[in-house]
């Protein structure tokens, strides 16, 4: 089935430390992105990317770096200038042009991050 | 700017009893619009979109909701709630185009009595 995986579940990082969390689709979308959750503040959006080899920033991307080499992969660095980055962290996909084309964004099931 | 409120932070209705979630946007143009459920530790699942036509769309799990233009309101609606519905359940507009954003209201914390 298709879909999209974060990876790991868990993961723990030390003060200085740059984490990398995974995420691959095999929805063959182009579009993806990386949400961070935090209890009582819904979804906010950290980076976005409609093509492979461009991405965006989003509301909170300050503290964090991503590539999008692959159409199929999206991975998300939280460098050690993020100073909270404790929070689940929620990757999606969607078509290029998802809403005109009635696609919506589907979801991962995320990563933990926590901080050691 | 787009945005999207949820203002019940909890609810908790007993098993069998109807269920409204309410959800009002701000969006200048035509909004699209979703719910999506979330159990803990899980990613979110959609529930059902509206895009355009018929105010009144139907989703998974027996859920509806109704896009109502004059009040920015787009309420989730279930009419007999099943213990398996608890979780937490996000509202969301999505500015379409090229940007392809959504945005998210802060969730609504759904229990089930039995």
């Known amino acids: 089935d298709g879909g999209i995986t974060q990876s790991p579940k868990y993961l723990f990082r030390k003060e200085g430390q740059n984490v990398t969390l995974s995420c691959e689709q095999n929805?063959?979308?182009?579009?993806m992105y990386w949400y961070r959750q935090d209890p009582g503040q819904g979804l906010r959006l950290i980076y976005y990317s409609q093509i492979v080899n461009d991405f965006q920033k989003g509301d909170i991307a300050e503290g964090y770096s991503v590539s999008r080499e692959k159409k199929e992969s999206f991975p998300l660095t939280v460098t050690s200038a993020q100073k909270n980055p404790t929070a689940f962290y929620l990757c999606a996909s969607s078509t290029p042009l998802g809403m005109a084309s009635n696609q919506p964004q589907h979801f991962g099931d995320g990563t933990r991050l926590s901080i050691l | 700017a787009q945005s999207v409120t949820q203002p019940d932070i909890h609810i908790t209705v007993s098993e069998g009893a109807s269920l409204e979630l309410r959800c009002n946007y701000s969006y200048g143009a035509t909004p699209y619009l979703f719910w999506y459920v979330q159990s803990p530790g899980q990613g979110l699942q959609l529930l059902l979109k509206?895009?355009?036509?018929?105010?009144l769309v139907q989703g998974i799990k027996g859920f509806e909701a109704e896009f109502k233009r004059s009040q920015s309101s787009f309420n989730l609606r279930k009419p007999s709630v099943h213990w398996s519905d608890a979780a937490e359940y996000f509202c969301a507009v999505g500015t379409g185009g090229a940007t392809n954003k959504l945005i998210f209201g802060t969730g609504t914390l759904l229990a089930v009595q039995p």
């Open positions: 509206y895009f355009s036509g018929d105010t």
């Open positions: 929805l063959n979308h182009d579009a």
